[in-house]
T-cell receptor, first 111, second 114 residues
Framework: DGGITQSPKYLFRKEGQNVTLSCEQN?????MYWYRQDPGQGLRLIYY???????QKGDIAEGYSVSREKKESFPLTVTSAQKNPTAFYLC??????????FGDGTRLSIL | AQSVTQLGSHVSVSEGALVLLRCNYS??????LFWYVQYPNQGLQLLLK??????LVKGINGFEAEFKKSETSFHLTKPSAHMSDAAEYFC????????????FGSGTQLTVLP
């Protein structure tokens, strides 16, 4: 079955440490997205990429970085510059005009 | 700029009762509209989408939504709630004629009482 795999499901970060969240899709989708979800705030777009080797900032990109070296992969790095990284992170992908398809998320917590 | 307002962050209904989750949007162009459902610690699943065809859209699990341009609304309904419908529901809007640039509402937590 095709889908989006996010790993790990739970992640813990120490203060001052960078961490990378993995997102892999085998749907052959060209566009990929990263969202942050906080209680009561819905989803907010961090970064998105419409083609390989290209990506754009979303609404809350500060303290985050991404890469898109392969069509299937869109890893998100939460840097030490992100002062409040505790959240649920969701990766999604889409093709053409089809709705976005979501992974099961990674919950990041600070030790 | 587009935006979505979901009225009521928490909604409770009895099992078998009507479910009504409200969504109002603003958009400078004819929008595409979506409803997603999220179960605890999982990603979002698409319930249904409106893409300028029929104004009454039927989705999965017995849900449907009606696009009302005059009211800028896209409310989600289900005639009879089931315990398994308990989840968080998100309305989303896109102005670009695709799903590429989605703006989400803040979500509505649905509780189904026995």
């Amino acid at each position: 079955d095709g889908g989006i795999t996010q790993s790990p499901k739970y992640l813990f970060r120490k203060e001052g440490q960078n961490v990378t969240l993995s997102c892999e899709q085998n749907l052959n989708h060209d566009a990929m997205y990263w969202y942050r979800q906080d209680p009561g705030q819905g989803l907010r777009l961090i970064y998105y990429s419409q083609i390989v080797n290209d990506f754009q900032k979303g609404d809350i990109a500060e303290g985050y970085s991404v890469s898109r070296e392969k069509k299937e992969s869109f890893p998100l790095t939460v840097t030490s510059a992100q002062k409040n990284p505790t959240a649920f992170y969701l990766c999604a992908s889409s093709i053409a005009t089809q709705p976005q398809h979501f992974g099961d998320g990674t919950r990041l917590s600070i030790l | 700029a587009q935006s979505v307002t979901q009225l009521g962050s928490h909604v409770s209904v009895s099992e078998g009762a009507l479910v009504l989750l409200r969504c109002n949007y603003s958009s400078s162009v004819p929008p595409y509209l979506f409803w997603y459902v999220q179960y605890p610690n999982q990603g979002l699943q698409l319930l249904l989408k409106y893409t300028s065809a029929a104004t009454l859209v039927k989705g999965i699990n017995g849900f449907e939504a009606e696009f009302k341009k005059s009211e800028t609304s896209f409310h989600l309904t289900k005639p009879s709630a089931h315990m398994s419908d308990a989840a968080e529901y998100f309305c989303a809007v896109s102005e670009t004629g695709s799903a590429r640039q989605l703006t989400f509402g803040s979500g509505t937590q649905l509780t189904v009482l026995p």
